[in-house]
């Protein structure tokens, strides 16, 4: 169907495993010079599209407009961050075709822009720089976290380290506020229909990992007859996109799932660690399934709604030993991401995922909600 996109897990760009592709295609507004990228990352864990510049052809750069703000004239240039590091580039206007569905004008971010220029000391310090196909592990990202725009309310009434205005393409450094319109955006959000959230289903895959697994993104929730679900348990999500994820008895309300997160990032201090090489990692002698449960935090628009689940936590120093895998749904790693647990994508795998878009900018009403897909 139209509102179908394919989800491949495969070696990345970095033979980095656990990075789910999906393909689109960016276009000049309004005409058919287009580009179409494959090994853009489904990322569940941010919002908005962002591309290398070098996956753009000149043409199609050039009848991108770069954004400008309406108060000084001068462009809009971003520095979106990540928990891995950051990447800097031009705020620009694209046709995006996802499945074959158009969104039109959509600020999206151009990587490594040479008119945006090097990134200012405020980005950089944010760590690693992510603008290159060989840290990225891909040609770009597509965000589908439910939210509408990349930063929101926060940026567009305050100059935050994120969105700069820039008179040209170097020695940019001053922070600015921006409007709403003008910040990165999540496409799903402004495609004329199937435009409320997204639908991801991946199939379950083998404890000792495979070559590759290849599921469904499916635009929109509940609009057409593939993205209308029954037997799914429904959980709201905060302002921050976040809810309290209880695991061993220890309520962590700053939880949140992330596909583009290669693994599972919690603490269980009764599961064998590993050393050496893979030292941080989970190392049981045999593969432990857990359970959690997930439930809305006090800030989120709807008290109601849980879901309990399990998760597979299995040897890393066996499972990264076999070349040729690259999707795996038991790697775990202790720690905390941003004082929450990141369920990544090996979560992932044999369920269905479900993510409403917050209805209006800030609005802080979205939601997740999660259920078997029995593939």
């Known amino acids: 169907m139209s509102n179908s996109m394919t989800v491949t897990v495969e070696k990345s760009l970095s033979n980095y495993p656990n990075l789910p592709f999906v393909t689109v295609t960016v276009c000049a507004p309004g005409t058919s010079t287009c580009d179409t990228i494959d090994h853009v990352l489904l990322d569940t864990g941010s919002t908005g599209l962002r591309v290398l510049a070098s996956k753009l052809s ?219 090489t893979y030292s941080g990692y989970y190392c049981p002698s045999s593969v432990q399934t857990e359970s959690v449960t997930f439930a809305p935090n006090s800030g989120a628009s709807s008290s109601s709604g849980s879901y309990t689940g399990t998760f597979k936590v299995g040897n890393v120093n066996t499972l990264l030993s076999s070349s040729g895998v690259y999707a795996f749904n038991d790697i775990g790693v202790y720690g905390l991401v941003e004082d929450g647990l990141d369920f990544g994508m090996p979560f992932f795998y044999g369920r269905y995922v479900v993510i409403t878009n917050e209805s209006s900018s800030g609005a802080g009403d979205a939601s997740a909600a999660f259920g078997s897909n029995g593939a």
Do not use: H, K
Not at 84 to 104: I, N
Not at 255 to 262: A, E, L, V
């Open 58 to 276: 000149s043409t199609t750069l050039a009848g991108m407009s770069r954004e400008q703000l309406s108060s000084s004239g001068y462009y809009i240039d971003e520095c979106s961050q990540f928990v891995s590091g950051y990447t800097w580039g031009s705020v620009r206007l694209a046709d995006v075709e996802l499945g074959s569905e158009t969104a039109s004008s959509v600020p999206i971010e151009v990587i490594a822009d040479s008119a945006a220029g090097s990134a200012p000391s405020s980005c950089a310090s944010a760590g690693t720089n992510m603008g290159t196909v060989s840290q990225l592990g891909a040609y770009g990202i597509l965000g589908v976290q439910g939210q509408i725009r990349d930063c929101g309310q926060s940026c567009a009434s305050s100059a935050l380290p994120l969105y700069y205005a820039c008179s040209g393409g170097s020695g940019c450094s001053t922070e600015s506020a921006v409007p709403l319109t003008q910040q990165v955006t999540n496409p799903v959000s402004m495609l004329t229909n199937d435009n409320n959230g997204i639908v991801l289903s991946m199939p379950s895959v083998s404890d000792s990992g495979q070559a590759s697994a290849t599921g469904t993104l499916y635009l929109g929730v509940g609009t057409q007859s593939d993205n209308t679900l029954t037997s799914l348990s429904t959980i709201a999500l905060d302002a921050n996109f976040e809810f309290t994820a209880t695991y061993g008895g220890t309520a962590n309300q700053y939880s949140f799932i992330d596909s583009g997160t290669n693994f599972l990032y919690f603490q269980d201090s009764s599961l064998t660690q590993c050393t050496g």
